[in-house]
């Protein structure tokens, strides 16, 4: 299904608003008493910065915003602070399966985008890029050594999916 350019600015502006507060969720159990909280706190800054972009965005182009907002702000945070709780490896398996999502979610729209709207295309190319650095960050820090790896990353994925595929309409 073709997705329009709004969906996608509000779909997207959602996913980094997410990002923050997964990362917020993280940090909060974590703190910086890890080895990996620097590298949190780096991503969670770059995806402060997608999400300024998509906020100016939303406003220049007159998007709404997801009304569903409020419940992934609760539903980021607590995944985040779940995640962190069984573990830092857990945490690091909860961002590569974000980012992994993502990445597939990323270069969908810039398949459908081509060059129709130069702007938001090379934002989303950006951004992509960006999530797959934050990927590697995760699976280098031991994303895959995490407790039941393959049913976290695939449950945290598919919950994910859900929440890209209500965003763009709510």
Not at 29 to 44: F, L, N, Q, W, Y
Not at 132 to 146: S, V, Y
């Amino acid at each position: 299904m073709m997705e329009t350019r709004e969906a996608m600015v509000r779909v997207n502006q959602a996913g980094e608003f997410g990002a923050i507060r997964i990362y917020a969720g993280q940090l909060a159990v974590m703190g910086d008493r890890t080895a990996i909280s620097g590298e949190i706190v780096t991503m969670a800054q770059q995806e402060a910065a997608h999400r300024e972009r998509f906020d100016a965005l939303l406003v220049e182009r007159g998007v709404r915003p997801t009304a569903l907002q409020p419940l992934w702000s609760a539903a980021g945070f607590a995944l985040g602070a779940a995640t962190a709780l069984i573990g830092p490896e857990a945490a690091m398996a909860c961002t590569a399966a974000i980012e992994t999502e993502i990445d597939r979610h990323y270069t969908e729209q810039l398949e459908q985008l081509g060059e129709e709207d130069p702007e938001l295309s090379a934002m989303i190319r950006e951004f992509r890029d960006d999530e797959r650095e934050h990927r590697d960050t995760a699976l280098a820090a031991g994303a895959e050594r995490a407790p039941a790896y393959p049913v976290l990353f695939n449950v945290i994925r598919m919950g994910c999916r859900m929440a890209i595929a209500v965003s763009k309409h709510i």
